[in-house]
């Protein structure tokens, strides 16, 4: 079946621009994650979310950083005013409930460049 | 904070031997997951383990999971080229929908 897939692949943005990570979870999956993930380190959390609930957004960076998924599917991470210290891969993650809940499906990712 | 430490940063080993990597963490574990990541890609789920002492074999690699459910090895029997990547273990504790990751080790194929 169908993955965790996310949009753009890659975004090269200026210093000061607004960007939208969109991320489409496996469908089913009630639960879903963003990190995101420096070269040569594990995956850092930034938020997550239970159906269209926003359970804990304590890993985001600060206020420039949103993230919503209204309607229990797609989700959207928002990153206002970008800093070149925003640069990094940004990953989502979906997971089912049952006996694998909890376990994280990866999608590809998003590689975000700030100039 | 609650952290997982994960040793080596990275194994360097020639084709044939074997790799060992080992997950601690500061509190309890309610469950360890192990994840892959190959060069370029996304983590990729391999196992979790819930129950203390548990030990699961896929093919060449053993999973471990500490008494105490504190720590964690994986073992790769036999390395070849398609085991090439970082490994991570990811803890979860009770009652707590966050995993808590490692940094992860390389396994790196000397050439």
């Known amino acids: 079946g169908a993955g965790v897939s996310q949009s753009p692949r890659y975004k090269v943005t200026k210093r000061g621009q607004d960007v939208a990570l969109r991320c489409d979870p496996i469908s089913g999956h009630v639960s879903l994650y963003w990190y995101r993930q420096a070269l040569g380190q594990g995956p850092e959390f930034l938020t997550y979310f239970n159906y269209e609930a926003q359970q804990d957004k304590s890993g985001l960076p600060n206020d420039r950083f949103s993230a919503e998924r209204p309607e229990g599917s797609i989700s959207t991470l928002t990153i206002q005013r970008t800093e070149q210290r925003d640069s990094a891969m940004y990953r989502c993650a979906s997971s089912p409930v049952g006996r694998l809940a909890g376990v994280q499906y990866f999608g590809p990712g998003t590689r975000l460049t700030v100039t | 904070g609650q952290q997982v430490m994960q040793i080596p940063q990275y194994q360097h080993v020639q084709e044939g031997e074997d790799f060992t990597t080992y997950c601690n963490s500061s509190?309890?574990?309610?469950?360890i997951q192990w994840y892959k990541q190959r060069p370029g890609g996304h983590p990729v789920f391999l196992i979790q383990l819930v129950k203390s002492g548990e030990v699961k074999k896929q093919k060449r690699l053993t999973f471990q999971f500490g008494e105490a459910k504190k720590n964690s090895s994986l073992h790769i029997t036999a390395t070849q080229t398609t085991d090439v990547g970082t490994y991570f273990c990811?803890?979860?504790?009770?009652?707590?929908?966050?995993?808590?990751w490692g940094a992860g080790t390389k396994l790196i194929i000397k050439p």
């Open positions: 509190t309890t574990l309610s469950n």
């Open positions: 990811a803890g979860r504790m009770d009652s707590n929908y966050q995993l808590i």
